[in-house]
């Protein structure tokens, strides 16, 4: 039986989680103080996910830059296939909270969209 | 290859001075430094006070000068427009034992010319005049005629003013070789090689280097580092003077100062050390500054530390100015060994520098000779309406870059475009005071990067903080990936 | 000179809901001045996501965050001034800004409200001995340069501060192609929030160490290293605890400081804990129809607080457009924050002039674990409440109710306190 220690990302609390395992399958899990605890916490240790941000150039807008993210979250281990798929990525202006600037990111099936928009 | 009359090495105070000296005759000069700009070596670093004059040696060529600076500063600050504040200077005793050491002190500087030098026994009226001064003070040698100066701003406005009136400067250039040649001195240096009929040599630390370059008569300079402290501008009212300990055998001491732009300086310390470059303060070094500077100063703010840095004092082993030809190398002046009271002095060095040069050369003065130099507007000395008129006509100074300090996109536009303007932020930051404010320039050296970039049409990563290898910036996202 | 009820100074998260909410409230005539090119203050470099799950229930980026109240000054068309910087404001609420466009002018205030944030603390004032080359950076200055204008500060980092912004940053700098060795924390705990530490360090292999500090800095024109070492309890070096670094870049994230230079020269009561005014139940600080909110008040760590308080002020400065000074018996009621408790947001409560609930903010001055919050009605314990943990870079609440403090006509002080459980 495995046990590992995890703090919830799951909002600013940070509730102290551990997980037990048997066999890669979770059998249980403490410490959290709400269901997003129990559900981040399963999903950690079997399916890590994260949400990547990142920044994407503009061209012919008000500012060089415009902030982007996942729309959801993605395998853990494809966060720098994301960044790498994102280095030679610009995007004319105007832009707008949303705009889909990478379809299907690194293969996930997720979008990288633009959240801040630039004129 | 053009034989200049007169090459001077170093834009620091000395050669600034002796530049703009220098161009009230009809002569053939240059400037050369190994820095990208003015006002890099000792000249930026230093407790930037205008001494009274008992410090130095009666008869000594320190003594004359200082005293003759002291009394030049205040019409000199008006015609190149730097700031310089007569603000006075105590001298704080701490016992009883050390008066004699007060009063030789003020004898001293009797002798060598100081005016109005009080000692003033009467612990009350001391701390009327400065209320947090120690508790422990025995007595006083009060001294109306010392001052603070802008370091940077009056090297500047000479260099500039040196400028305007003939003087060629040359930058990143770093001399190597002196050698004699017929009529004069062969310069080998990192971007070429120069020829004069006269050198002088105005190269702070290194001025041991060249000097021994051409005579065998060796000089010796150590750099003896002085560690300081600036405070908040909050704690710019602390002390009203600038308070000095007794000074002991490697100096002044550690003193607490008002800066002329409303700061608080603390320091230096004097540590002789043997790398004529190492500039970095050490903890001992300001551990050591706090707590020799609390001796004379009660309730010293170090909260309300800003920043600290050091400079590198050009000590000769003689302890004294070596201004004048060097015996066996004709042509070749030194102006070495320019340590405390450097700074004071520079006025008179520059006009001794400038003298030997006229006698020597038979220079005949200049009618177009412009002695009047107008620094960087400072718009918040405007009223509200002469500072409109202003922003309608150069809306540039209508954009406040420097959160801190006020400085408005217009000063820097104005410090970058006037002769010898500013390439680098420490360039900015020295001209405008952008970037010497309480955050450091956190907020405002982004934008000001902008603008040198913008306005030099350079790219954003060979903008640098100090000129050489100091870029700012070293590439754009993702690059490395 | 042109007059408005309320101007708000800054168009940050603070100023944009302070707008909000005074429109809410009923009064037309607002002013948001922002030194800025567009509103939205720091949330605008902060890329990262984590904002507004307490107001929007769903994590946001800053900009997303921002863009939400941006849209709302919009739509309720609330006027506001950007690339204006506020130099100066009196105490009888005559406002003076600049702008290129404008030059520089003067607005009669009915009601200010300070929202101007907060600035980093820098190098120097540490005091960290050595050279000054290029390659320091305050780790806000190298986030602006390479979230918004998209410059990498260096290659090499090491990170000085384990407060949030140098847990972001760590993150930001690795995703964009920098090596960061190191982050660095003079305190034997983190001063950033738990799941940044997970997502900024854990994920990357960064290591975090605390207890120790920069002691030294190389190179002369850029920078080539650092000398890290250990600290005691005092916080000072250890000899012999000294570890070498090199690297190009170091961010520093030590500390944020409210920006209360205006504050100051209006003559505001400032409170020395939180270099922020003191304000009273209603955020109003000690020169009546002067509110403050957000991080000028005090340093925040969620947005969502910044906007519940901002909200609060921007309601209050309304009603003392609309009513004039509160009249009241006077009563005020002194918050004590004392053993573990380092300050309280407000300092003072009228039971008269409160809100039916009234939200006190404050922070502990260190890590407690399995302890109570304590608070006391004078000698009476009113409010206990268990924490498996507190830590100052956690920021607490508790609330209090107007009716509760109303049965007390006598109380002259609350006390807020930790207790072991």
New interface residues.
């Given amino acids: 039986m495995e046990k590992r220690e995890l703090i919830c990302i799951g909002c600013p609390m940070g509730c102290p989680l551990t997980v037990e395992l048997e066999g890669g399958e979770v059998i249980s899990v403490t410490g959290h103080t709400c269901k997003r605890g129990d559900v981040y916490a399963r999903k950690e240790v079997t399916n890590p996910t994260r949400i990547v941000t990142s920044?994407v150039?503009v061209l012919e807008g008000k500012a060089d830059?415009v902030s982007v993210k996942t729309r959801e979250d993605i395998p853990k281990g494809k966060i720098?296939d994301c960044?790498?798929a994102?280095?030679d990525v610009t995007v004319k202006a105007p832009v707008h909270i949303g705009d889909v600037i990478v379809p299907d990111i690194a293969g996930t099936g997720v979008d990288m969209v633009a959240t801040k928009q630039v004129l | 290859m053009t034989m200049y009359d007169v090459i001077i090495i170093g834009a620091g105070v000395a050669g600034s001075s002796s530049a703009r000296e220098l161009s009230r005759y009809q002569v053939r000069a240059c400037v050369l430094e190994k820095d990208e700009d003015v006002c890099c070596g000792t000249s930026k670093a230093n407790s930037a006070i205008v001494h009274a004059g008992y410090d130095a040696d009666e008869g000594s060529l320190m003594a004359k000068l200082n005293v003759q600076g002291n009394q030049m500063m205040e019409e000199l600050s008006k015609e190149l427009d730097f700031p310089f504040k007569r603000c006075g200077s105590l001298v704080v005793c701490l016992s009883q034992e050390d008066l004699p050491g007060l009063q030789a002190l003020h004898d001293r500087g009797v002798k060598n010319g100081v005016k109005d030098l009080q000692i003033i026994l009467d612990k009350e009226k001391i701390h009327q005049l400065e209320p947090n001064l120690t508790d422990e003070v025995a007595g006083a040698l009060y001294a109306p005629t010392a001052g603070i100066v802008c370091p940077f701003n009056m090297n500047i406005a000479m260099a500039e003013n040196a400028c305007t009136n003939g003087v060629e400067f040359r930058f990143n250039t770093e001399v190597q070789k002196i050698q004699k040649i017929a009529g004069g001195w062969q310069l080998t240096t990192s971007t070429g090689t120069y020829e004069a009929r006269c050198v002088v040599n105005a190269a702070g630390v290194y001025a041991d280097r060249f000097h021994n370059m051409v005579s065998d008569k060796k000089i010796h300079i150590t750099p003896r580092r002085g560690d300081y402290?600036?405070l908040d501008k909050s704690a710019g009212r602390h002390v009203e003077h600038t308070i000095f300990a007794l000074p002991n055998k490697y100096g002044k001491g550690v003193l607490v100062t008002p800066t002329v732009h409303g700061n608080l300086l603390v320091g230096p310390t004097a540590i002789d050390i043997e790398d004529k470059?190492s500039?970095?303060?050490?903890?001992e070094?300001?551990d050591e500054l706090i707590s020799k500077a609390g001796m004379n100063v009660k309730n010293l703010p170090m909260r309300q530390?800003?920043?600290?840095?050091a400079g590198l004092r050009a000590h000769e082993d003689g302890h004294e100015f070596i201004i004048g030809e060097v015996e066996g190398a004709e042509g070749f002046i030194d102006c070495a060994g320019i340590e405390s009271p450097g700074l004071t002095s520079a006025p008179a060095i520059g006009k001794m520098v400038a003298e030997i040069l006229r006698e020597k050369l038979d220079l005949q003065p200049d009618p177009d000779f412009q002695g009047t130099r107008k620094g960087i507007l400072n718009p918040a000395t405007l009223t509200?309406e002469e500072?409109?008129a202003l922003?309608?006509e150069k809306?540039?100074y209508?954009?406040?870059i420097c959160?801190?300090e006020?400085v408005t996109e217009g000063e820097i536009l104005d410090a970058i475009h006037r002769p010898l303007g500013a390439r680098s932020l420490d360039g900015v930051k020295r001209r405008t005071r952008a970037g010497m404010g309480?955050?450091?320039a956190?907020?405002c050296?982004?934008r000001t990067m902008e603008i040198l970039a913008r306005e030099l049409g350079m790219s954003?990563f060979d903008i640098?903080?100090?000129?050489?290898?100091?870029?700012?910036?070293?590439?754009?996202?993702?690059?490395?990936? | 000179m042109k007059s408005y009820d309320i101007v708000i100074i800054g168009g940050g998260p603070a100023g944009l809901a302070a707008a909000v909410s005074a429109r809410k409230e009923g009064i037309e005539s607002i002013l948001i001045l922002e030194?800025d090119k567009e509103l939205g203050g720091i949330l605008n470099q902060c890329i990262h996501n984590g904002f507004g799950l307490h107001t929007f229930k769903e994590e946001l980026t800053g900009p997303e965050y921002a863009g939400r109240f941006i849209d709302q000054v919009l739509e309720l068309g609330i006027e506001y001034k950007l690339?204006t910087?506020v130099?100066d404001i009196q105490a009888d609420k005559v406002v003076t800004a600049?702008?290129?466009?404008?030059?520089?002018f003067q607005i009669q205030a009915g009601a200010v409200i300070l929202a101007m944030g907060c600035?980093?603390r820098?190098?120097?004032?540490l005091?960290i001995?050595?050279?000054?080359?290029?390659?320091i950076?305050?780790a806000?200055?190298a986030q602006?340069?390479?979230n918004m204008?998209?410059?990498?500060?260096?290659?090499e980092v090491v990170i000085l501060g384990s407060g949030d912004i140098g847990l972001i940053m760590a993150r930001r700098m690795t995703l964009?192609?920098?090596r960061v060795k190191v982050v660095a924390e003079l305190m034997p705990y983190s001063g950033g929030l738990k799941r940044n530490i997970v997502q900024c360090l854990d994920d990357y292999g960064i290591p975090l160490k605390l207890s120790h500090t920069v002691?030294?800095?190389?190179g002369?024109?850029?920078l080539e290293g650092i000398t890290l070492a250990q600290v005691d309890e005092k916080n000072r070096?250890i000899p012999g605890t000294e570890e070498e670094y090199s690297c190009?870049t170091l961010l520093l994230s030590v500390g944020l400081i409210p920006e209360n230079?205006l504050s100051g020269g209006m003559g505001v009561d400032m409170n020395p804990v939180t270099s922020g005014p003191r304000v009273n139940e209603r955020m109003e600080t000690s020169i009546e129809g002067v509110f403050a909110c957000g991080n000028v008040l005090h340093v925040h760590d969620l947005v969502d607080f910044v906007s519940e308080e901002a909200a609060a002020a921007g309601r209050n400065a309304a009603r003392y457009i609309r009513n004039g000074k509160a009249e009241s018996k006077g009563h005020v009621v002194t918050l004590n924050p004392v053993q573990g408790v380092r300050y309280t947001v407000p300092c003072t409560i009228d039971p008269e002039k409160m809100d039916d609930t009234q939200i006190v903010r404050f922070r502990v001055g260190n890590v407690y674990k399995k302890c109570t919050i304590g608070v006391y009605f004078d000698e009476e314990l009113i409010i206990s409440r268990k924490r498996p943990v507190v830590a100052p870079g956690e920021m607490e609440e508790i609330k209090l109710e107007k009716a509760k403090l109303l049965q007390y006509p006598d109380l002259k002080t609350i006390t807020i306190k930790i207790e072991e459980a």
């Fill in positions: 920044t150039k830059m720098f960044v790498r994102l280095k | 402290c600036l470059e500039t970095a303060t050490t903890r070094g300001l530390v800003i920043t600290s840095f509200m500072r409109n922003i309608r809306p540039a209508g954009n406040i959160r801190c006020m309480r955050c450091q956190g907020f050296s982004p954003m640098t903080k100090s000129g050489g290898a100091s870029r700012l910036v070293v590439g754009t996202n993702k690059d490395q990936i | 030194r690339h910087m130099m600049m702008n290129r466009e404008e030059g520089m600035r980093e820098s190098r120097g004032a005091n001995p050595g050279y000054r080359p290029a390659g950076y305050s806000g200055t602006r340069l390479v204008e998209g410059f990498m500060p260096g290659r964009e192609g920098a002691v030294e800095v190389k002369k024109e850029r070096p190009d230079e």
